[in-house]
């Protein structure tokens, strides 16, 4: 155990992943994906316009 060997060692480089092919389902899939990311946005700025859900109720002051 030398001074060059501590340490985290580097791993090993991974070869870069071929892009492979996508088939028509994958691009279905895809698809479905990019629409359900807007719709969630969408509601999400629609929901942020508003104010705080279910603040009604008895509010405590924390005194005695």
Do not use: N, T
């Amino acid at each position: 155990m030398s001074g060059r060997e501590g340490g985290k060692k580097k791993p090993l480089k991974q070869p870069k992943k071929q892009s492979k092919e996508m088939d028509d389902d994958d691009v279905a899939f895809k698809q479905k994906q990019k629409e359900e990311q807007k719709a969630m946005e969408a509601l999400k700025a629609k929901a942020s316009g508003k104010g705080p859900l279910g603040g009604g109720g008895i509010k405590k002051s924390g005194k005695k």
